[in-house]
């Protein structure tokens, strides 16, 4: 019985020595790529979203942020997603530290198929879906963000807003990236051009939390150069996060 209770107690210790390794290590930026690939999106628009984001990370600027940030490394997770049942991770939880991480990271974006097409545009679901992943991350860090592209309003699930508020009472942060289509644009006309414009339509609905924007593509040319920006400045947040929350801390000393 003895022999018994000391193989117990070694495994349990074992087991708590694994999990404390792994909930423990941190990085500086918790980001979910939360991607629109509904009706709207043809395959022509859909390619040219990939690439921008595989661009993106692979963009000298961005790696140079990466670097000056305090633990050099983010975790990223890329996810498609279209109407309320329609939404799946593309590439897990992967850390990013250097170039040959991010471009390895921007291969597998443009090797990866498509995971939806022909549906209709839940951003509320994708926020709800991202907002899952961030929970599951086997990474911590000061800042969580889900970044959602798309070029069209929420036309299915509950409003947008609703998924944004509970992601905001969680600390988490939405930023949005808008991708302009000229009108008038194909059946989708409504749905890409609505009242006051899909810029607003996301400033109001869909973004919110520390430091949220909205970043705004043209058009879809000029799609990875707005995600370029869109990465450095989160990149530079959760850097002063970070340096805010430490300011924060009561010090130890005497």
Do not use: C
């Not at 708590?16 to 999106?41: F, I, K, N, P, Y």
């Not at 069209?152 to 905001?168: H, K």
Request: charge should be neutral.
């Amino acid at each position: 019985m003895r022999v018994l209770r000391t193989f117990v107690v070694a495994a349990l210790m074992a087991t708590t020595a694994w999990t404390s390794t792994h909930v423990a290590e941190r990085v500086d930026l918790l980001l979910v790529l939360a991607t629109d690939v509904s009706g709207s999106m043809d395959e022509s628009k859909f390619e040219l979203q990939r690439s921008g984001y595989a661009a993106a990370f692979s963009n000298p600027r961005v790696i140079e942020a990466l670097r000056g940030s305090p633990r050099g490394r983010v975790a990223a997770a890329f996810i498609e997603w279209s109407g309320v049942l329609q939404q799946k991770v593309v590439i897990d939880w992967t850390v990013i530290s250097n170039d040959e991480t991010a471009r390895h990271f921007g291969d597998r974006i443009m090797e990866a198929p498509r995971a939806f097409a022909r549906n209709s545009t839940s951003i509320s679901a994708g926020i709800d879906f991202g907002m899952t992943q961030l929970d599951r991350a086997p990474y911590k860090a000061h800042r969580r963000v889900i970044d959602v592209s798309g070029d069209g309003d929420n036309n299915s699930g509950r409003e947008p807003a609703a998924a944004r508020d509970v992601a905001i009472a969680k600390g988490i942060t939405i930023n949005g990236l808008v991708i302009l289509t000229e009108p008038p644009s194909h059946p989708y006309s409504s749905h890409t051009n609505p009242p006051g414009g899909l810029a607003n339509y996301y400033r109001n609905n869909v973004i919110g939390g520390a430091s949220a924007f909205v970043a705004v593509a043209e058009n879809f040319n000029s799609f990875g150069n707005a995600i370029t920006k869109k990465l450095i400045a989160e990149i530079a947040q959760a850097e002063a996060q970070q340096q805010e929350g430490s300011q924060k801390r009561p010090s130890l000393r005497n």
